[in-house]
């Protein structure tokens, strides 16, 4: 085969290690540290780095775990909507 006048290289050989998809991910943990600067698998205890162990998506596993740890098991109150401070100045004045 000829591509722009020049012979195209020899498909590469298939083998054990082409396991790795061909586009790179990023990972949670390093978009989290790009966009907020906050580095989620760093210890804020000791600096040591930190691994995942489960993702845990059962409502009552959550409300057991976060009871036990004496934190709020049900979620904040929603706040009604409020109009936007470019509205505000409208409102200020006597009528």
């Known amino acids: 085969m000829v591509v722009y006048g020049r012979v ?3 498909p590469p050989e298939l083998t ?3 396991d790795q998809p061909q ?3 990023r990972q949670w943990a390093d978009l989290m540290r790009r966009a907020f ?3 989620l698998l760093r210890c804020p205890n ?3 780095t930190m691994r995942l162990l489960a ?3 059962e409502r ?3 409300r057991k775990i976060l009871t036990h740890l004496g934190l709020p098991s049900d979620p904040p109150a929603l706040a009604r909507a409020r109009a936007s401070p470019d509205d505000w100045e409208q409102f200020d ?3």
């Open 8 to 10: 195209a290289p020899a």
């Open 16 to 18: 054990a290690s082409t």
């Open 23 to 25: 586009h790179k991910r």
């Open 37 to 39: 600067g906050y580095d």
């Open 46 to 48: 000791c600096g040591g």
């Open 55 to 57: 993702c845990i998506l």
């Open 60 to 62: 009552t596993v959550i």
């Open 93 to 95: 004045t006597p009528a």
